[in-house]
């Protein structure tokens, strides 16, 4: 069908549905007379009265009814897809990366995922678990996830996750052989469990504070492990005290697997904060991933 005759057949409707070719002309944006040659046409091609006209109102004839009945909801068809498709433009959609630390993953991240994925098939989200402070640019990531006493100034940071806390814990088994420690040098004569972390090109110094007094120990013992997961399972061994984040170890310590030492040397500090460019423009996704992220107190 020629293209003028489809603009014929929106003419029609428009009559048709408003009862008014004053009221149809507005609503599309042409001049009654414009209105009236269009309609005169289509129904000089179909050789078929579609409307009557009188001095106070048009109405379609049995044969505009039928076409109305016939082809009005066809047309309203097209423009609701139309209309859906035009929403493609702001639906979330396409690949996000992210580089974070384990413990970030498992607590922060994957939580959130867990609850906004389903709702959003159009999203996908790569993570890659890296305890080092990768360079997100360098890496073609969309964001990384650090402490946010590590993201540097030239980012956007926005803190997901509470203030954190460090604790030392050991298996009853491991303190029934020898006395807790009462301050951090007294680590230096206990078996701990050590992290190595390639920001720290070795093993990691574990970090005290109390009364504005900063402490840096380096610690000795049988095991050394660069995830959490292993930390952990070694200290309920009993095989040495382990540096852990307090909430990892807060469920053993309430049923009396592990005991903590030294909570008075560890204070609390800033949590994770998830951080891009400054320059970069969020798409629809990154944003709503962002808002699913986002720390409330």
């Known amino acids: 069908m020629p293209r003028e005759n489809l603009n014929d057949l929106l003419a029609f409707l428009a009559v048709a549905r408003e009862h008014s070719f004053t009221r149809a002309a507005a609503q599309l944006g042409v001049s009654q007379s414009a209105l009236s040659h269009a309609i005169r046409g289509l129904e000089a091609r179909l050789g078929l009265r579609l409307l009557t006209r009188t001095t106070r109102s048009v109405a379609p004839t049995e044969a505009g009814e039928r076409l109305l009945r016939t082809v009005g909801p066809r047309f309203e068809e097209i423009e609701a897809e139309l209309v859906a498709l035009s929403a493609l433009r702001d639906k979330p959609t396409g690949t996000i990366r992210i580089t974070a630390g384990e413990h970030a993953a498992d607590t922060i991240l994957w939580p959130a995922l867990e609850k906004l994925l389903p709702d959003y098939p159009e999203i996908k989200v790569e ?26 100034k030239d980012m956007i940071a926005v803190r997901i996750g509470p203030d954190m806390r460090m604790a030392v814990v050991g298996a009853p088994s491991y303190f029934a052989q020898r006395p807790p420690p009462r301050t951090p040098q007294d680590l230096t004569a206990h078996d ?40 952990l399972n ?20 309430a049923e009396g697997r592990l005991v903590r030492v030294l909570a008075d040397w560890c204070p609390p500090f800033p949590g994770y904060h998830l951080y891009y460019p400054s320059r970069r423009q969020p798409t629809p996704a990154f944003a709503l991933l962002v808002e699913a992220l986002r720390h409330r107190a």
Request: net charge negative.
């Open 234 to 253: 070694a200290a309920l061994a009993g095989l040495g005290l382990a540096y852990l984040p307090e909430d990892q170890v807060q469920a053993h310590l």
């Open 127 to 152: 993570i890659a678990v890296d305890n080092g402070l990768t360079d997100i640019v360098a890496g073609r990531f969309d964001a990384g996830v650090r402490l946010g006493e590590q993201v540097a």
């Open 192 to 231: 701990c469990i050590n992290i190595r972390l390639p920001t720290y090109g070795g093993l990691y110094a574990w970090e005290f504070e109390k009364d504005g007094r900063q402490l840096r120990v380096r610690v000795e013992g049988q095991l050394v492990f660069n995830n959490t997961a292993l930390r």
